[in-house]
C-alpha cells in the first residue's frame, strides 16, 4: 500500500509541475513555490535618490546603483550615500511587476545609525501600497533590516525624514514572484 501510494504522489506532483510550467510559460506569470514562500531574487532596473555624495577616501560617487550592484558588504566603496540635506531619499524601479515576499536592506559598517529611523514604501504603478517605519531599539542600526510586506509593487523607496540627515546604506535585495502586467 505504501509503494503504490509514492507513486501516485509522485505521478500527481509531476502533472501538477507540468501544468505550472505550461501556466508560466502560457502567461509569464511565476507561479510561487510551496516550498520556498519567500521565491527568486527580484533585479532592479534602474535606480535613483535625492542626492549624491563623492567621497575623496574612494575617489568615487556613491551612485544609487551602488545600492544594487550585488554587493552587500557595508565596509567599501559599494554602498549610496546621499549629501547631508533635508528628508533624504533613494528609489528602485524593479525589471516587472511582482509580488514582493521579503525586502532586505543591508547597512554599512561604519556609519550604522544613519539608517535609523527609515521608512520604506512600495508603489505599485506610481501608487503607494504600504509603507513600513523602522525603529530601532538599539543606540547603533542594525546589520540588516529585513521586512516581509506579501504584497504587489514595482518601486521600493527608501527615506529618512527631517533635516541634516544622509542616508547612506550598502544594498537593497527585493525577493518574490513576477507578475505580468
Ligand atoms: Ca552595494
Request: proline share 3%.
Amino acid at each position: 500500500m505504501i509503494r503504490v501510494s509514492s507513486q501516485i504522489d509522485s505521478n500527481f506532483i509531476s502533472v501538477v509541475g507540468n501544468l505550472l510550467i505550461h501556466f508560466e510559460l502560457t502567461f509569464h506569470f511565476c507561479v510561487p513555490d510551496l516550498l520556498d514562500p519567500i521565491g527568486p531574487q527580484i533585479k532592479f532596473s534602474s535606480a535613483t535618490q535625492s542626492s549624491t555624495y563623492t567621497s575623496l577616501a574612494y575617489s568615487i560617487a556613491h551612485i544609487a546603483d551602488k545600492a544594487i550592484d550585488g554587493n552587500t558588504d557595508g565596509s567599501t566603496g559599494s554602498f549610496t550615500h546621499t549629501d547631508t540635506e533635508s528628508n533624504p531619499w533613494w528609489e528602485g524601479q524593479l525589471e516587472r511587476l511582482a509580488i514582493i515576499t521579503k525586502i532586505s536592506v543591508y547597512n554599512t559598517k561604519n556609519y550604522q545609525d544613519r539608517i535609523k529611523g527609515f521608512y520604506l514604501q512600495i508603489y505599485r504603478d506610481g501608487e503607494e501600497q504600504k509603507v513600513f517605519q523602522f525603529q530601532d531599539a538599539s543606540d547603533s542600526g542594525e546589520e540588516r533590516y529585513d521586512i516581509y510586506p506579501n504584497i504587489a509593487g514595482s518601486k521600493v523607496k527608501i527615506g529618512l525624514s527631517g533635516d541634516n540627515k544622509i542616508l547612506h546604506f550598502a544594498e537593497v535585495e527585493v525577493f518574490g514572484y513576477t507578475l505580468q502586467e
